[in-house]
């Protein structure tokens, strides 16, 4: 796919895919290797990250910063486990697969997020509104998985694995940048 050729139509058959693959319908297999979408992707994952955290109470005093060095650890770690199973040429794919679901879910993630702010006071939201957010959480993890799994053929339970340890250590990496920035996030 060429710059001149990534169009409108094209979008919407990208967002379509990003769609089937947060419904598990599709995988990563089925994207273009197309490092114009990836970026586009990535951007817009950016873009629509920025928009809900602007909407929310702030969190961090450096959100720009956060999103740069979060999307930079998961470019890594993608490069990395990939390098690790010898499957280098499916990156762009996968990257683009696992940043474009995380776009779909963004909106719900910030509508949960909104929720439990506004409700959190209020007993009878607080189990309805928290399991909103688990339920979202899990469903990204497994989306997760099923995306690693199919860019490594890896066992799902080993994708899971490394999902979960992938987060954690991004998240102990920026604490470990921002001590105390990301507490209540």
Not at 20 to 45: C, F, H, N, S
Not at 90 to 102: K, N, W, Y
Not at 124 to 136: E, G, H, R, T, Y
Request: a positive charge; one cysteine or more; hydrophobic letters at 60%.
């Amino acid at each position: 796919m060429h710059l001149s050729a990534f169009n409108f139509q094209r979008l919407v058959e990208a967002v379509s895919l990003y769609f089937d693959i947060a419904r598990l319908k599709r995988g990563p297999e089925d994207l273009p290797a197309a490092p114009q979408l990836m970026v586009a992707t990535i951007i817009a994952y950016g873009l629509a990250s920025l928009a809900f955290s602007a909407l929310l109470p702030p969190q961090s005093t450096h959100p720009l910063l956060l999103l740069v060095i979060d999307t930079v650890l998961m470019l890594l770690w993608i490069f990395l486990i990939l390098r690790v199973a010898r499957k280098p040429e499916r990156f762009v794919q996968t990257a683009a697969a696992t940043f474009g679901f995380q776009l779909v879910l963004s909106p719900l993630f910030a509508i949960g997020m909104s929720l439990f702010l506004r409700l959190r006071e209020d007993p009878a939201w607080q189990v309805p509104v928290s399991m909103l957010i688990v339920a979202l959480g899990i469903w990204a993890l497994i989306v997760n998985a099923r995306i690693l799994n199919a860019a490594t053929q890896w066992p799902v339970f080993a994708c899971t694995g490394l999902v979960i340890a992938q987060a954690l250590a991004a998240r102990g990496i920026l604490l470990a940048i921002f001590p105390g920035t990301l507490a209540a996030s």
